[in-house]
């Protein structure tokens, strides 16, 4: 059999699995049927739930106002390192945003006040460093997105979100580079470290502001905490997967030249793995972005503020400024980072050079932070971009919003109801009542079949964590809010990926539109929604599948475009069309690689239940946001645990799937 018939042919069902699959569902129909003889089957009894989150706040409460460590209560201790947590962050917005105030110390309280930099000293170093990086193109690309915020009158508060994203960055770097090495020098260590990083990853983003409120209390170095924490696991993961991935000859090579297990590490890895680290680098950087809007409700400030009080106020034209004003920071920042990620390492000049010839970009950007924010102490127009000079898109976005309303709200309307009354609330009321125990027992049974005992005690013991703790009627609100946006998002993405994978053309603006979508700001997608159809599950889902869509796009192109030319050119010399080729080859080889893209749409629909509780859902992200708001610490991280738990079930059951799906089609 050749590889394109062995690719094509169906596999023989596994007839043992269909018989137990049959009696399952047969076992889950009499339990629905049988609902009032077994109740507790029905719905999870209330006596039964576990108390968790009463004893996780009981605890908080203990460790923030009893517990001590020597000398120090551990408030005292937490309080302290935000405080110097405080003294680099003050400076990096010192610098950027606010300046600086420095007593005289003459006995009176006259100050002198030192200037931040100029922003056309910062618009001018950014440009800089993209010349510097790549050339006058990414030049132009990073300048212009810095000069956009100066002209729209987003400068200020974006100085404050680059200030704290200076500071959050390193830190986070530096953190998950160090627990990353940890991992790779440690089997135990990387055990230890995986389903910490798989928790943190798939706890709703909102689930780590009430700890660190309780524990850093309400300011930007609470806000700048939480980003880290957030933004650290990808840092992570990338460092133990680099370090792995260094060539073997490259270690020996360290070993024989008498290098310690140290010097192995941070002298010869390190430096071998460093374009990969940097895609570690990247992600936290766009993840410390990601965190700016929800980091502004315990008082990072900046954008984020600005976004969050426009949508309050249903404030489309604003909100959607500072949002843009996000997104080109992020461009601009994910461009000089990837820039600069697939840089050659630097060459060490033997000729006896100077300094200002070994590093002449780093010496004209301080001559030019230093001669323009002098000049600007002259010419005010320097220093501050001037505000008659400043330009708006608000009234437009604000103008737009209302004619299409006024034009179109009944045609609109008509699609919101036949959909809300003909798809989302029947399959709702179906999910929320399906017998708790026969869809633990089901999950349990995919994950026999998909993983073995191992997966099956996994996916199982997930699912009853969420009804022992008291949340599966809201457990399934969300299953029903995120399956019926993933499968929108899915039938959306999947027909552009493929048109983007048949054509180059169509890929590269594909790409650019996807790119520009992923640095959009999750709450961006609820301001318009919510002016054009009001809150509600509705309105949840639009925003849910406007920002889950991309990786259905983006793995379905990446899946047709790794089929092998051989197995599509044997299509071909077996007289299959291109249509023919595309349905029985391409899409069937490419059918695992979708499926991840599936389950990457299903973790980002996750990651927008917290946001969409803003617009009146009821489900497992209304939970976090009400904890939030009361500072329930149990309460949030439970809820939260509960939604890594959905996650984390979606995730290794499409993953095992898609890992057996390759291995029968001969691609593993």
Request: net charge positive.
């Given at each position: 059999?050749?590889?394109?018939?062995?690719a094509v042919v169906?596999?023989?069902?596994?007839?043992?699995?269909?018989?137990?699959?049959?009696?399952?569902?047969?076992?889950?129909?009499?339990?629905w049927?049988?609902?009032d003889?077994?109740?507790?089957?029905l719905?999870?009894?209330r006596?039964w739930?576990?108390?968790?989150?009463?004893?996780?706040?009981?605890?908080?409460?203990?460790?923030?106002?009893?517990?001590?460590?020597?000398?120090?209560?551990?408030k005292?201790?937490?309080?302290?390192?935000?405080?110097?947590?405080?003294?680099?962050?003050?400076?990096?917005?010192?610098?950027?945003?606010?300046?600086?105030?420095?007593?005289?110390g003459?006995?009176?309280?006259?100050?002198l006040?030192?200037?931040?930099?100029?922003?056309?000293?910062?618009?001018?170093?950014?440009?800089?460093m993209?010349?510097?990086?790549?050339?006058w193109?990414?030049?132009f690309?990073?300048?212009?997105?810095?000069?956009y915020?100066a002209?729209?009158?987003?400068?200020?508060s974006?100085?404050?979100?680059?200030?704290?994203?200076?500071?959050?960055?390193?830190?986070?770097?530096?953190?998950?580079?160090?627990?990353?090495?940890?991992?790779?020098?440690s089997?135990?260590?990387?055990?230890?470290?995986?389903?910490f990083?798989?928790?943190?990853?798939?706890?709703?983003?909102?689930?780590?502001?009430?700890?660190?409120?309780?524990?850093?209390g309400?300011?930007?170095?609470?806000?700048?905490?939480?980003?880290?924490?957030y933004?650290?696991?990808?840092?992570?993961r990338?460092?133990m997967?680099?370090?792995?991935?260094v060539?073997?000859?490259?270690?020996?090579?360290?070993?024989?030249?008498?290098?310690?297990?140290?010097?192995?590490?941070?002298?010869?890895?390190?430096?071998?793995?460093?374009?990969?680290?940097?895609?570690?680098?990247?992600?936290?950087?766009?993840?410390?972005l990601?965190?700016?809007?929800?980091?502004s409700?315990i008082?990072?400030?900046?954008l984020g503020?600005?976004?969050?009080?426009?949508?309050?106020?249903?404030?489309?034209?604003?909100?959607?400024?500072?949002?843009?004003?996000?997104?080109?920071?992020?461009?601009?920042?994910?461009?000089?980072?990837?820039?600069?990620?697939?840089?050659?390492?630097?060459?060490?000049?033997?000729?006896?050079?100077g300094?200002?010839?070994?590093?002449?970009?780093?010496?004209?950007?301080?001559?030019?932070?230093?001669?323009?924010?002098?000049?600007?102490?002259?010419?005010?127009?320097?220093?501050?971009?001037?505000?008659?000079?400043?330009?708006?898109?608000?009234?437009?976005?604000?103008?737009?919003?209302?004619?299409?309303?006024?034009?179109?709200?009944?045609?609109?309307?008509?699609?919101?109801?036949?959909?809300l009354?003909?798809?989302?609330?029947?399959f709702?009321?179906?999910?929320?009542?399906?017998?708790?125990?026969?869809?633990?027992?089901?999950?349990?049974?995919?994950?026999?079949?998909l993983?073995?005992?191992?997966?099956?005690?996994?996916?199982?013991?997930?699912?009853?964590f969420?009804?022992?703790?008291?949340?599966?009627?809201?457990?399934?609100?969300?299953?029903y809010?995120?399956?019926?946006?993933?499968?929108?998002?899915?039938?959306?993405?999947m027909?552009?990926?493929v048109?983007?994978?048949r054509?180059?053309?169509?890929?590269r603006?594909?790409?650019?539109?996807?790119?520009?979508?992923?640095?959009?700001?999750s709450?961006?997608?609820?301001?318009?929604?919510?002016?054009?159809?009001?809150?509600?599950?509705?309105?949840?889902?639009?925003?849910?599948?406007?920002?889950?869509?991309?990786?259905?796009?983006?793995?379905t192109?990446?899946?047709?475009?790794?089929v092998?030319?051989?197995?599509?050119?044997?299509?071909?010399?077996?007289?299959?069309?291109?249509?023919?080729?595309?349905?029985?080859?391409?899409?069937?080889?490419?059918?695992?690689?979708?499926?991840?893209?599936?389950?990457?749409?299903?973790?980002?629909?996750?990651s927008?239940?917290?946001?969409?509780?803003?617009?009146?859902?009821?489900?497992?992200?209304q939970?976090?946001?009400?904890?939030?708001?009361?500072?329930?610490?149990?309460?949030?991280?439970?809820?939260?645990?509960?939604?890594?738990?959905?996650?984390?079930?979606?995730d290794?059951?499409?993953?095992?799937?898609?890992?057996?799906?390759?291995?029968?089609?001969?691609?593993?």
């Open positions: 059999m050749t590889a394109l018939e062995g169906a596999l023989p069902r596994n007839r043992p699995w269909a018989w137990v699959w049959a009696v399952a569902v047969a076992a889950m129909v009499a339990l049927l049988a609902g003889a077994v109740p507790w089957a719905h999870y009894p006596p739930v576990v108390p968790l989150r009463f004893w996780i706040s009981d605890f908080m409460k203990w460790l923030v106002n009893e517990a001590s460590l020597g000398l120090f209560t551990f005292e201790f937490t309080r302290s390192i935000a405080w110097l947590l405080s003294w680099p962050l003050d400076t990096a917005s010192g610098l950027l945003a606010n300046g600086f105030a420095v007593p005289l003459d006995g009176t309280r006259d100050v006040r030192l200037p931040r930099f100029s922003w056309l000293a910062v618009v001018a170093v950014v440009a800089l993209g010349h510097a990086a790549r050339g193109r990414l030049a690309l990073t300048g212009g997105c810095f000069l915020l002209v729209f009158g987003q400068w200020g974006a100085m404050v979100t680059l200030a704290s994203i200076a500071i959050a960055v390193p830190f986070g770097v530096v953190g998950g580079l160090l627990l990353g090495v940890l991992g790779a020098r089997r135990r260590s990387e055990a230890v470290l995986t389903p990083l798989d928790l943190m990853q798939t706890v709703p983003i909102f689930a780590y502001l009430v700890p660190v409120l309780f524990l850093f309400f300011g930007p170095v609470a806000a700048m905490t939480a980003t880290i924490v933004a650290m696991p990808p840092m992570v990338c460092t997967l680099a370090l792995k991935g060539p073997t000859e490259v270690v020996e090579f360290g070993r024989m030249a008498g290098c310690s297990r140290r010097q192995l590490t941070w002298k010869v890895m390190i430096p071998a793995a460093r374009s990969t680290l940097m895609v570690g680098v990247n992600q936290v950087i766009m993840l410390s990601n965190m700016v809007i929800i980091a409700m008082g990072a400030g900046g503020f600005d976004v969050l009080t426009s949508l309050k106020r249903l404030d489309i034209g604003k909100g959607l400024e500072a949002g843009i004003a996000i997104t080109l920071l992020a461009v601009a920042l994910d461009r000089l980072s990837q820039a600069y990620a697939g840089r050659p390492p630097p060459v060490h000049r033997s000729d006896g050079a300094f200002v010839v070994r590093h002449p970009h780093l010496v004209i950007g301080g001559g030019l932070i230093l001669g323009l924010t002098l000049l600007g102490a002259v010419v005010p127009a320097v220093q501050t971009y001037p505000a008659g000079l400043e330009l708006t898109t608000s009234g437009f976005w604000d103008d737009l919003v209302t004619y299409i309303i006024r034009h179109y709200f009944d045609f609109l309307d008509a699609i919101k109801s036949w959909l009354l003909n798809m989302l609330i029947p709702k009321r179906f999910l929320v009542g399906l017998p708790w125990l026969g869809v633990v027992g089901l999950v349990a049974l995919a994950g026999l079949q993983g073995g005992r191992r997966l099956a005690l996994v996916t199982g013991g997930l699912a009853l969420i009804a022992v703790t008291g949340n599966w009627e809201k457990a399934m609100i969300s299953t809010l995120v399956g019926i946006s993933a499968l929108f998002a899915t039938v959306i993405g027909p552009v990926g048109a983007a994978a054509n180059e053309r169509l890929h603006i594909v790409q650019g539109v996807i790119d520009t979508l992923q640095t959009l700001p709450f961006v997608y609820l301001i318009p929604v919510v002016m054009l159809f009001r809150v509600g599950d509705f309105s949840a889902m639009i925003a849910v599948v406007a920002y889950s869509v991309v990786p259905a796009i983006r793995y192109d990446h899946g047709i475009r790794q092998p030319p051989s197995i599509i050119e044997a299509a071909a010399a077996a007289g299959c069309s291109r249509r023919q080729t595309l349905w029985k080859v391409q899409l069937p080889l490419a059918l695992p690689e979708i499926m991840l893209g599936v389950n990457q749409t299903i973790m980002m629909a996750l927008m239940l917290v946001i969409t509780a803003l617009v009146g859902t009821r489900d497992l992200g939970e976090v946001y009400i904890a939030l708001t009361k500072a329930d610490t149990g309460r949030g991280l439970v809820a939260g645990a509960c939604v890594a738990s959905l996650a984390m079930i979606s290794r059951l499409i993953s095992a799937w898609s890992k057996r799906k390759k291995r029968e089609l001969g691609l593993a």
